[in-house]
């Protein structure tokens, strides 16, 4: 790419510098209120970084709060959901994305019209439903609720990077000998791994900051996630900022390292289907 | 597809037709299961007498719920902060996301780490955000108010978000912020899958940068435009959650949008009936601006 003009380049830096920035300021504003001790949060005003830096936020969040409890919860939700729900993405993409069959228009309609429901219309009826299977207050109850809203998208984007493959590699695979099934699995779902990479990283992410379910589903701190941990957190001990962005900081981290873990996919992996139309 | 496949057993033959069935089989169970039976129970809601924690409540009302909405002040402004609110989102969010993607598609040395800084803003949790940006928004140790008043654009760093006028547009900008990623991921994706070659025959037949864009980057791009913006159209216009954290809907109901307004009258005012025919009405909506989309870009295919 020798043909850019430096002037071009350098705009092109810049440009990107400003997105960078916007991307990072408020994630950095989120850590030095977590790390600004009490006595200086207000007294300081607007310093870029404060005069002391203390991790009693952390501490307290750590060693006197349920939060290693919801921290472990959260955990045990959103991988659960990210697996599942892929898993069956993964099957439902490729039946979307190979098969001509009776239904298809009305099922993908369906689950167009899934991504347009108010989720509170759903929240009573959820819990009427779920309460005698005793499936409130316990995280698998979440894990199928979860697993169940991220099912659409996912499954529009499975089929999005099974529409890329192309069809003659299955299809050898058959005259060879081998079942549907077999070259579905042998062949193409090595292929879709990127793909795959990308749902579970969405599906995680959206699982692991879900708030309104886990909020009218869960009442006791046992089954607890983290964003619920946060807001009680709130109106608990009235509004404490540097404990909650503590505490939010320690939400960050298990979310941030698993997008960067797959987001190398992601782009490649969106790269190989594309999102088609 | 293969014309000589008779040797099959029936039962093969049965197995077949039955393939897609039983790879989608696990979700449709799932959705019908945990998704359409609610629904179903939800929209009867509409039509009857739901309240928590009262004991008289649970019968039929008929139309009430929305002979209630059609008179409600409150809604109509909800709706016309509806508008407000994901039109402004949604194409601040596509505008700055395609243009993130379009510098990202340019190779350069450090393109990877660039690209997972600029896609971390999707990781943080909504309500996190909000929090965060609230506090940034805080007059007297928030950095905004603080930059706005020194670049002479506020005569005192005030609360942007209890000014009627202005508050609206903290609950946006901390949703442009997390939702660019999503827009630059999906657009980068589809610049990526965009052909090499097609562009070096464009710049030997002379067409400039410009040309090259609009005659062959937006055209490829045009069908993953359509699906994202439809989604994240109908995503935003039912996502309370940044507005919930941020403003609480006021100051005056001045950011209260359809989705907060269900959450504040299901939650705070414990009226699901209400809260389940105001849902009805914007699902109703969103159907018919998504039918709208649809059927648009079925006549604009049919004419080109």
């Known amino acids: ?28 504003w989120l850590v030095k209120v977590s790390v600004t001790p ?38 045990i939700v959103s991988l659960s959901t990210a697996a599942i729900v892929t898993v069956i993405a993964a099957f439902g993409g490729y039946a979307f994305s190979r098969f001509a069959f009776r239904g298809k228009m009305w099922i993908t309609g369906l689950l167009l019209v899934t991504q347009m429901f108010p989720l509170v219309m759903l929240i009573a009826p959820i819990f009427r439903m779920l309460s005698p299977l005793g499936l409130t207050n316990s995280l698998t109850g979440l894990i199928l609720v979860y697993t169940t809203f991220n099912v659409p998208f996912a499954i529009f984007l499975m089929q999005s990077f099974f529409d890329g493959i192309p069809r003659d590699l299955e299809e050898a ?18 292929l879709t791994l990127p793909g795959m990479a990308a749902t579970l990283g969405f599906v995680f992410t959206a699982a692991w900051s879900e708030l309104l379910f886990a909020l009218m589903l869960v009442s006791k701190v046992d089954a607890s996630t983290f964003p619920v941990g946060l807001l009680s957190f709130v109106s608990k001990f009235g509004v404490d900022f540097g404990q909650m962005m503590a505490a939010g900081v320690l939400a960050l981290i298990p979310a941030v390292l698993f997008f960067l873990l797959i987001q190398r996919f992601l782009v490649q992996g969106l790269t190989a289907g594309a999102v088609k139309g | 597809m293969v014309p000589f496949q008779d040797r099959r057993t029936p039962g093969q033959r049965f197995l077949q037709a039955a393939e897609p ?7 449709l169970v799932l959705i019908l299961a945990v998704m359409l039976v609610p629904l179903v129970i939800g929209v009867s809601y509409a039509f009857r007498d739901i309240r928590l924690l ?30 407000y609110w994901t039109g402004i989102s949604v194409a601040l969010q596509f505008l700055l996301g395609l243009t993130l993607a379009l510098l990202l598609n340019r190779p350069f040395r450090g393109r990877g780490i660039v690209q997972a800084l600029c896609f971390l803003p999707w990781a943080v949790p909504t309500f996190l955000s909000g929090l965060n940006w609230a506090w940034m928004f805080n007059p007297v140790v928030g950095p905004i108010p603080h930059w706005l008043f020194a670049l002479g654009l506020m005569d005192a760093p005030t609360n942007i978000l209890a000014d009627p006028q202005l508050a609206i547009w903290g609950p946006i900008v901390a949703n ?36 090259q864009f609009w005659s062959i980057t937006l055209p490829f791009l045009a069908p993953t435009m359509a699906i994202t913006l439809l989604l994240r159209t109908v995503w935003v216009a039912n996502f309370a959650d940044l507005i919930v954290v941020m403003t609480g809907g006021g100051p ?29 009405v914007l699902l109703g909506l969103l159907l018919l601006y998504s039918l709208a989309l649809v059927s648009l870009r079925q006549m604009l295919l049919r004419k080109g």
Do not use: C
């Open chain 1, 1 to 28: 790419m020798g043909h850019h003009s430096l002037l071009g380049t350098l705009a092109h830096r810049f440009a990107l510098l400003l997105f960078v920035l916007f991307a990072l300021f408020p994630l950095y």
């Open chain 1, 38 to 75: 009490n006595d200086l949060m207000y007294s300081e005003g607007v310093r870029m970084w404060p005069s002391r830096t203390s991790l009693e936020h952390f501490r307290f969040v750590l060693e006197n709060s349920n939060f290693p409890l919801f921290f472990r919860n959260s955990l």
């Open chain 1, 173 to 190: 695979a058959q005259i060879d000998g081998a079942s549907r099934f077999q070259a579905f699995r042998e062949i193409i779902v090595p």
């Open chain 2, 21 to 27: 069935y039983l790879y989608s089989a696990p979700a």
């Open chain 2, 54 to 83: 009262s004991p008289f409540s649970g019968g039929f009302v008929g139309l009430k719920h929305f002979h209630a909405l059609w008179v409600d002040r409150n809604f109509w402004l909800a709706l016309n902060n509806t508008l």
């Open chain 2, 176 to 211: 442009v912020w997390w939702g660019i990623p999503f827009f630059a991921i999906t657009m980068l994706a589809a610049l990526q899958s965009i052909p090499r070659d097609i562009y070096e025959a464009a710049s030997i037949d002379g067409a400039n940068s410009v040309q």
């Open chain 2, 252 to 280: 005056a109901d001045r950011t209260q949008i359809v989705a907060s307004y269900i959450f504040t009258t299901a939650f705070r005012k414990l009226d699901f009936g209400y809260a389940s025919a105001i849902s009805l």
